[in-house]
């Protein structure tokens, strides 16, 4: 504030500018009707069937068994609480980051359920609207907005978490130029045995990049549940990538960019989770 270098920590002794501070008292009626609307729809829709979510339940809909959470997601969904940050010429309702915290904070209690949505609205969908082109924006976030496409976040590996760009997973261009060869494996990934797509993190040539990636590809394998202490009721998997083809078009932004995309999305999401 002052220009003054301070410590780790030193935050905590810092005056802070009054300015600098937001009430609740300042909320919109629009972010109040859809505070309102998400803290009824995880009240009454979802933790009543906590245990069942929990317990990752399956129900046939359709003449598919589906994960209970997969089925509230697209009420999530038609409720509009998935595409609040998604620009209104995407199919999404355009509101403001206080908005989409707002939500958050009401997924307080259903954790596993709110950690579904958090991975597949915030980090799985963010880096498109932030860092896509026109065409993937036009191409996807439609579908993610209602969660007919489910997404998740892949950047940790085995070999790499608090470092996680050090990632050794790998995407060479083909000799036609079309695709990208995809190999490695990503590890801990939210939404992993549910997603459709996902948003990978690969080095090309030396340059960590990031990719949307279809999920139903060939060469795609997702590992078993993780057993896990908590959120029971989340998909946590890792994922296996061997020779996978990703069209060039999916590549987000430039290759080298995987910095920039990767940590101004973890910023996002542990805004998020601060506030749930």
């Not at 860092?131 to 590996?157: D, H, I, M």
């Amino acid at each position: 504030m002052d220009g003054e270098v301070r410590p780790g920590g030193g935050f905590l002794v810092a005056k802070t500018p009054l300015e600098g501070i937001y009430s609740r008292e300042k909320f919109t009626d629009i972010q109040k009707e859809f505070a309102d609307t998400a803290e009824k729809f995880f009240q009454n829709e979802i933790i009543p069937i906590i245990e069942q979510i929990e317990a990752k339940e399956e129900v046939e809909e359709d003449g598919v068994k589906q994960p209970l959470s997969i089925i509230f997601l697209r009420k999530a969904g038609e409720l509009g609480l998935l595409c609040v940050d998604i620009p209104e010429e995407y199919d999404g309702l355009g509101q403001d980051i206080i908005t989409s915290m707002l939500i958050a904070e009401k997924s307080a209690g259903s954790a596993s359920f709110g950690i579904t949505v958090g991975a597949h609205s915030g980090i799985g969908t963010m880096p498109i609207v932030l860092f896509g082109n026109e065409e993937q924006k036009r191409r996807y976030l439609p579908k993610l907005a209602t969660s007919e496409l489910v997404s998740c976040y892949a950047l940790t590996e085995p070999g790499s978490g608090t470092d996680a760009l050090s990632g050794k997973t790998t995407a060479v261009l083909n000799k036609e130029g079309t695709h990208y060869i995809l190999n490695g494996e990503k590890q801990f990934i939210t939404n992993g045995a549910w997603a459709d797509i996902a948003i990978v993190f690969a080095q090309v040539d030396g340059k960590y990049s990031g990719f949307i990636v279809d999920l139903h590809s060939e060469g795609v394998s997702r590992g078993a549940e993780e057993k896990k202490m908590g959120l029971k009721g989340s998909s946590t998997t890792n994922l296996v990538f061997e020779d996978v083809k990703v069209e060039k078009e999916n590549l987000l932004g430039k290759t080298g960019d995987a910095p920039k995309i990767a940590l101004n999305i973890l910023n996002l999401g542990r805004l998020k989770l601060g506030v749930g």
